[in-house]
């Protein structure tokens, strides 16, 4: 980050308490059918019930640790970087070197945003050809049901080929808008698109007037509309985001194609499966617990959550709107676009640009060894052979850190969000005494358990978050441009359990451990993005299982992560076994819009 950068919010740099880490052995019971329907009932219908699983899950430890009473409270960890005075904001730069095409005879290569480019430019292909191959492929309804439609909730025909027509007029003419005109896109099911209804993940009632289609597209969507993106679909989502496998009974689990036997991830969980599949080269997604990283994570993507608000104001303190992409140029191209300045936003509209960092900076990776040597032995081998990369081959020093309090935190960053996810449930219904009426028995549970969190447990965990974001801010001033690089989740996939998409499941167990890297991101608001860089073979299941590893930056340093991604793009497709591997049932869009003959 520039030295001279001002910022809003920025935490007192005081070094945290030195707390050893002693990884807690969790205890909540794994819930499938009978026993999950019947846990549900309990706990939504018996306080006690409902208070005694709570604390089981230790969300009250925050209230526990004597040193809190010596910080402020955070109750959001909004850090800002300032716009310098007297200047206006523009927008971000597509620069050049984002529009290049990787090698066509590249192991394992995904379309990018480049391709289609070139394509349409060209005029060997045009964006209506692209989506009259792309529908067939997604539209749910059909008989035979379509090969890909579990990672999409809804298409509308109408609009999507609207658009393509207008965009293959601006390629014929010679007025195209830029490299993402024309180029097929996915959003997330909980985001408003002007026309498609958010489902949330949940079953569509049409007589419920909370299921109303959007009179308008929020800000970081419209800014790739306007640059000519094509959104094809809403993408399917884990029921109210409110877990990391993706598994989904109602509309059905997105599919993992680099192994269909395991979770997709989530709650983006359509992107990943699009993603996945070759469908999209960017998805836009959600992340208030690693909804977009775990996704991409398992799916063998590029995933970034930007710095809290820094695409959109939500309301919320923990989740923000994020790209995923089949590359990293597909990744910065979209970030890029949609945190394009919104002047009618007072918080958004008065972010700085990120910046890339000065290409002779000192480049330095902090490891908390504790907390990232808790991966499994195949994620440790490929994530500890990248970072041996990135300080052999790029110049990168290592440093050890220490974070205080992560498992504390990590337990008060999840009762937060279930009670953030109960609060958006129920003002979102249309009768807030039945806020539980159409969720499945998972988040009947989950989210009666956000309305169990105390009002003294809330400030607590405001106080936590700024210890932690002041000790963040201590190691980002001792150690300019430190990016703190863990796994981007402890174990190389989540297998699937037979049975688990009659009702959904509930193993707070699995979802613990999965999230134990990610949540500090969203806690803190500091932006994080993950890259793959190996593979493991499964236990079950025909495929590889993609490693993420995962970069953590200082407030507003999107840029310099981005920058990163691409050089783990290099280390995979380079120096690992093999390169990137790509799903047997990858779908080569370009190829078939060009064999339609239609």
Wanted: with cysteine; net charge negative.
């Amino acid at each position: 980050m520039d030295p001279e950068q001002r910022f809003a919010g920025y935490p007192l740099p005081r070094e945290g308490p030195n707390t050893p880490y002693s990884p807690i052995r969790n205890k909540n019971p794994v819930l499938r059918g009978w026993s999950l329907i019947i846990a549900a009932k309990l706990v939504t219908n018996s306080s006690f019930f409902a208070n005694a699983t709570w604390e089981n899950a230790k969300f009250g430890q925050a209230k526990n640790i004597p040193s809190l009473n010596g910080y402020n409270w955070r109750l959001d960890p909004m850090v800002k970087p300032l716009i310098p005075d007297g200047t206006v904001q523009g927008k971000a730069e597509v620069t050049p070197d984002l529009m290049r095409r990787q090698p066509d005879d590249l192991p394992g290569r995904f379309c990018s945003v480049a391709d289609y480019h070139e394509r349409f430019k060209s005029g060997e292909l045009t964006p209506l050809q692209v989506v009259k191959a792309l529908l067939p492929l997604i539209s749910r309804g059909q008989t035979p049901r379509a090969k890909y439609e579990s990672a999409w909730a809804v298409t509308k025909e109408d609009l999507v080929v609207a658009a393509a027509r207008k965009s293959t007029e601006r390629y014929a003419s010679g007025l195209h808008l830029g490299v993402l005109d024309g180029v097929p896109i996915g959003v997330k099911d909980d985001i408003d698109v002007e026309g498609y209804v958010c489902h949330f993940g949940q079953p569509f009632d049409p007589h419920d007037p909370s299921f109303k289609p959007a009179t308008e597209t929020v800000w970081p969507i419209a800014q790739l509309e306007a640059a000519g993106a094509i959104v094809i679909g809403k993408l399917a989502m884990h029921e109210l985001g409110s877990d990391v496998s993706g598994c989904n009974p109602h509309w059905g689990t997105p599919v993992n194609w680099n192994n269909p036997s395991y979770y997709p991830g989530g709650s983006s969980s359509g992107g990943g499966s699009a993603l996945s599949a070759g469908l999209v080269p960017l998805a836009i997604g959600t992340d208030a617990g690693g909804s977009v990283r775990v996704p991409a994570s398992f799916c063998g993507a590029y995933g970034l959550k930007p710095t809290l608000h820094r695409t959109c104001t939500m309301k919320s303190s923990i989740c923000v709107i994020g790209p995923m992409g089949s590359t990293a140029n597909d990744l910065s191209i979209g970030y890029r676009i949609m945190s394009a300045p919104n002047h009618s936003d007072p918080v958004q509209g008065s972010f700085s640009l990120s910046i890339p960092p000065n290409p002779t900076a000192k480049k330095i990776i902090g490891i908390y060894r504790d907390w990232f040597d808790q991966a499994s032995p195949e994620v440790l081998n490929a994530t500890r052979d990248a970072i041996s990369y990135f300080t052999n081959q790029l110049g990168y020093d290592v440093v050890d850190i220490t974070i205080p309090y992560i498992q504390e935190g990590q337990y008060a960053h999840s009762a937060w969000a279930l009670t953030e996810g109960f609060d958006h449930q129920r003002s979102r219904v249309a009768d807030a005494s039945r806020w539980a009426s159409n969720l499945n028995y998972c988040n009947q549970l989950l989210m009666t358990m956000g309305a169990s969190t105390p009002g003294i447990d809330l400030i607590k965990y405001g106080q936590l978050r700024e210890l932690i974001m002041e000790h963040l801010a201590f190691l980002f001033k001792k150690y300019p441009g430190l990016l703190i690089l863990t796994p981007t989740c402890p174990d190389a996939g989540w297998p699937i359990h037979p049975g688990d998409q009659a009702y959904g499941f509930s193993d707070g167990n699995t979802t613990i451990r999965t999230m134990m890297y990610i949540w500090l991101a969203n806690s803190t608001g500091c932006p994080a993005v993950t890259a793959p860089v190996g593979y493991a073979e499964p236990t079950q299941g025909e495929g590889k299982l993609p490693i993420g590893l995962m970069a953590m930056g200082e407030w507003g340093a999107e840029e310099q992560l981005l920058v990163w991604a691409h050089e783990a793009e290099t280390y995979l497709n380079d120096y690992v076994k093999g390169g990137r591997y790509r799903p047997k049932d990858w779908a080569d869009v370009i190829t078939l819009a060009q064999n339609d003959t239609n």
